[in-house]
């Protein structure tokens, strides 16, 4: 038997007897989530808990999903579970489950098999997730601020040809977690992952849709580079002294010691289309990769604007960016066809992965410079 999911309050005993807890997929602060099963039908969803004291924060998240039409480039929320009818703790959200996992993980296994994400994937992330936001900032009841974009918070749905032999190319991606967002121009302060944040000083302003989009600028500097979107720990340290007078050394910047700067450290814009020996020299990068194209770095750098007046909006991005990221995307797909029938190397020199850093950012995003 399934469920009714058009009704979304969906009754904790019914669900019980429907579906199985079948997998732990993620722990965080807030609560668990958790991969069930139906029964009968084999339906997968994903169930996102509240811990007993963050309750409200899982409410808050249900009402915006309720609010927010469907749409290509979000995950589906399904439905939700009562607050008190779900033990531990309600209420909790269930969602369209995601095989794939989030981009975070994504760059990892791509980076395994291509040693970098490809630009043709990077195209596409661009274009989804501008349109995810240009739903959220301009077709719904509310203009809604995200508030936390970053790799962790979007989910990749391979296309139906996947063959699972390499990462998915062209993968949908899909903006997941509500968690933070608010309605725009009401809140006074950014609520979200510092490492993805805006400039410092939009930090402690009134929040507006334009910080979701310089996030989006700074999750596809980490997806091009693994690192995060900020000043290195040299330049953050130069930083501290000249602008506060503050002397901070290199090993409180490392492990737990990093948790009381991290706030402090302003993000840094880093070209996609910088040569190997510029990204070496110039911009602190310990893992060059080949330059990505003028054409793509043009569109992010309109992401990464410093001033949010100036700053690209997700409406123009939906208008004028996805039609030429989509002619961009049909033209990269041909020439990666063409490479692999004539035996050429597709994209990319072979690049040196170090496994240890790569492994050292889970959870957080990126290498610390
Ligand atoms: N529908 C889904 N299918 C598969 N995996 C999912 C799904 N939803 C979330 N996840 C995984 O669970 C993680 C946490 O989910 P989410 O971002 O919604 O919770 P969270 O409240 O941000 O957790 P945290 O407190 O760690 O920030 C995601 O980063 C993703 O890896
Ligand atoms: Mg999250």
Redesign the pocket.
Known sequence: MSINWAQRKVEGKSFIERFTRKRF??D????S?YQWENKTTGELV?V?DSKPSRAHKNSNEIIRYLNVPAHENI?GFLGYLGVRDWTPAGPALI????EY??AYEYRHYMVRQEARVPEISIWKFMRDVSLGLDWIHNHCEHSYVLGDLKP??V?VFPEQDWDKQAPPLLPTFKI??F?RMEISDTVNKFNGTVEFGPPMAERNMVQTCKADVFSLGSTIQWLAFGVFPQMSNEEFIEYAKDKHARLITLSELRDNRREQWRVFIPPKYRPLNASMEEQREIWGLKYPQPPFSNLLNGWYKKLCEEDPAIRIGSDVLAEFFVPVADLEIERLKAARSLAAATGENQEAETIIVDEEDDVLTRGLGGIAL
């Open positions: 997929i993620h965080g602060s807030d609560g989530v994903a996102k995950i969602f369209e489950y995601c996992g989030d962790e918070n989910l997941c977690d968690g």
